[in-house]
């Protein structure tokens, strides 16, 4: 499959109809394994990462979910197309810094990624849209244990799967659900969760991980630990707190609802009429606007088909996704113009909010438990 | 306490480095420590900003060895990167590395998924044992019939699995 059909077309989890996709935009899980017998991609050779290259690849692309996959050296990727994977959460940012001797192989679904001779000999990810952390685990470990029968990889009877870093070691395993809670935000009670899910030893992170802002009202919550736990209970913990996490954004959102409406609508109003009428927006800007406009559609202020373009325009409007489609990097400035252009265009055929309309059916009723 | 360069401010900065496995300390004022980049954070362990502050030192604590056999990396390179190069690291560093795992993570042994073929591994030395200790005994009670039929058995689990023996490549 050539490269065109990946940017072209955005993968499964940006079609957002998941489980809770209200709230909860994608579920990733990822499993770090490496080579025995190979130094870690960070301290070997040029030739011996090579040799692991060679090894791997081919036995990624015979994978049974991996037919008719896209397949690629990191050397052939320009720089936009590796950012533009990066945006899509297919390539870690680490892995787009890379030239000769990695390799990235994603299916066709763009649901499955297997990043080769990233911080590790391999790195297996999947990623879905909402809440879906049981399904693409299962997805992962399936893929995982085909790989197993043909590679060696380095197990210790005590430590588990060995990493090059030793916050990985023992399940290599990190899944992470990525979060909408502008609720939650807007009524200050976001310290209050994130403080509360550090303390069971969960992370929360912002929209592209590690030492990334919160851009957009986007949160990842990810597990901590790879030691000492197995992959289920992992698993299962992460589901149940982001289960938490969105019942209180749903509380959130109906205590605002009943007791701030008019600054709902403010921000929502506020958000609609920058959107439809700047000429110059950075990509921070237009994420914090587009989280209004979300949740105005939740909140039935737009009709239920603007989920989709909005949806759209968190993605295209990011850097590499803008240039993608000229011809030659574009400066910031230029960016910004298009950028806004782009989202004046979409939308045009939004009607405008309405105040009346303001309503939001808790989709999953049931109170959500107090966070330990 | 004076400033060990200039002399004369008094100190502000108290620097602890562990320089070739020797702790050196040096008190400088505030001055003295920008010119020599002390404060500077690039000239931080990069470990220590990856993995939490201590880490660096912590690594250090299996002392002996400096240097992993296998890949060569060594503590320094440790403190550099925050990374190890290769898997027998964990094994070169157990010490050291064995603290730092321990406030890293929930607990200290691997309970989760098993590749089958270690699994087959550790099954097949726990059989190995088993019949060494009943080959000795056999061996002590003068059954050399049995002592015999064990000495097979023993051979053919000896029988490395291709490309499963530690130090060779990792490809089947």
């Known amino acids: 499959m050539p490269i065109h059909n990946i940017l072209t077309n955005t993968g499964e989890w940006l079609h957002g109809d998941g489980p809770h996709s209200q709230i909860v935009i994608s579920s990733r899980v990822r499993f770090a394994r490496n080579l025995r017998g190979y130094a870690f991609p960070g301290w070997a050779k040029r030739a011996e990462r090579l040799q692991v290259l060679e090894a791997v690849k081919p036995r990624v692309e015979e994978l049974p979910e991996m037919a008719d996959a896209y397949s690629v050296f990191s050397q052939d990727l320009s720089v936009i197309e590796k950012q533009v994977l990066v945006e899509r959460h297919l390539v870690s940012r680490e892995h787009a810094a890379k030239g000769a001797g990695s390799a990235v192989v994603i299916n066709r679904s763009q649901t499955l990624s297997i990043m080769i001779n990233e911080e590790d000999h391999l790195r297996l990810q999947a990623i879905r849209s909402g809440l879906q952390l049981q399904e693409i685990f299962q997805m992962i470990d399936q893929a995982d244990s085909a790989l197993e029968q043909k590679l060696d990889f380095a197990f210790h009877p005590e430590l588990g799967y060995l990493t090059a870093c030793p916050t990985n070691v023992g399940t290599g395993m990190r899944a992470s659900a990525m979060v909408h809670l502008p609720a939650l935000v807007m009524s200050e009670q976001i310290n209050q969760v994130i403080q509360a899910v550090n303390k069971i030893g969960l992370a929360v992170r912002g929209l592209y991980g590690e030492g990334t802002e919160a851009l957009g009202n986007l949160f990842q919550v990810s597990n901590q630990t790879t030691l000492g736990e197995k992959e289920e209970e992992i698993i299962a913990r992460l589901q149940k707190v982001i289960e938490q996490i969105i019942g209180h954004e749903q509380n959130a959102r109906q205590i605002l609802l009943q007791k701030k409406p008019n600054t709902l609508l403010d921000h929502v109003g506020r958000g609609y009429g920058i959107l439809v009428h700047a000429h110059s927006m950075s990509s921070k800007e237009a994420l914090n606007l587009l989280s209004f406009i979300k949740l105005g559609i939740d909140l039935q202020l737009f009709p239920e088909v603007c989920r989709q373009p909005v949806d759209q325009l968190f993605i295209e409007t990011q850097p590499a996704h803008l240039q993608k489609g000229s011809q030659r990097k574009l400066a910031a400035e230029e960016r910004d113009v298009l950028r806004a252009e782009i989202i004046r265009a979409k939308l045009a055929s939004f009607p405008k909010p309405e105040a009346g309309r303001l309503k939001w059916t808790r989709p999953e009723q049931g109170e959500p438990e107090a966070l330990e | ?172």
């Open chain 2, 1 to 172: 306490m004076n400033c060990d360069v200039c002399q004369q401010t008094s100190a502000t900065v108290f620097l602890t480095q562990i320089v070739e496995g020797k702790m050196q300390k040096v008190n400088l004022c505030e001055a003295c420590s920008k010119e020599k980049g002390v404060t500077n954070s690039t000239g931080f362990a990069l470990a220590d900003v990856l993995l939490g502050l201590g880490a660096a030192q912590e690594i250090e604590r299996g002392g002996g060895v400096q240097k992993c056999p296998a890949c060569g990396f060594s503590h320094a390179d440790f403190k550099k990167t925050g990374r190890l190069g290769c898997a027998r690291c964990y094994d070169t560093f157990a010490e050291g590395l064995s603290g730092l795992l321990k406030g890293m993570h929930k607990g200290t042994v691997h309970t989760g998924k098993q590749p089958v073929r270690a699994a087959r591994a550790f099954e097949a030395q726990i059989q190995l044992k088993t019949l060494h200790r009943e080959l000795r005994k056999a061996v002590a009670e003068e059954n050399y019939e049995s002592a015999a039929r064990l000495r097979d058995q023993i051979r053919r689990l000896e029988v490395p699995v291709p490309g499963g023996a530690a130090g060779t490549a990792g490809v089947v």
